[in-house]
């Protein structure tokens, strides 16, 4: 498949028992396959351009396996409000709302990935926004703001 597909993630689930392939699904119900390395990378409420997608027939039915994609819109923060529209009369939020900068974001993802395929962190909601939340924290400390 040529064309690039955008998909905000619902949900990202390990494989079944026996199974090697993760399973995304989008807002729309739509599930895509992923291998761990690429699932793990993918956050529920982000949207990512789907640049490289590997179909296959199966039993009468069509596979999507993600094969590559870019982050096209990060995940809100847990339990942050919903997106406002800004006004001039309103004032900037404070830094520790603001969302991750891109170096943050790099930075985060990839220790968390290496940490979730060492087996430091278990892939599940909670242990993976724990982590990232900590994460956070030390890149904030070390570097502050870029």
Do not use: C
């Not at 992923?34 to 179909?55: C, E, F, H, N």
């Not at 396996?65 to 309103?90: C, N, R």
């Amino acid at each position: 498949m040529n064309n690039q597909v955008t998909i905000t993630v619902a949900e990202v689930t390990s494989p079944p028992p026996g199974k090697k392939m993760w399973a995304v699904y989008d807002t729309t119900g739509k599930k895509w396959l992923a291998w761990q390395d690429k699932a793990a990378l993918m956050q529920r409420g982000a949207s990512y351009v789907l640049t490289k997608i590997k179909t296959s027939e199966f039993k009468g039915n069509t596979l999507y396996t993600i094969e590559d994609f870019q982050m096209l819109q990060a995940a809100p923060p847990p339990g942050a409000p919903a997106p406002q529209q800004a006004t001039q009369a309103q004032n900037p939020a404070p830094a520790q709302s603001l969302p991750p900068t891109q170096n943050e974001h790099i930075w985060v993802q990839g220790i968390l990935q290496r940490a979730v395929q060492a087996g430091a962190v278990v892939f599940n909601e909670s242990a993976l926004t724990e982590a990232s939340a900590m994460l956070r924290r030390v890149h904030q400390t070390v570097w502050g703001e870029w």
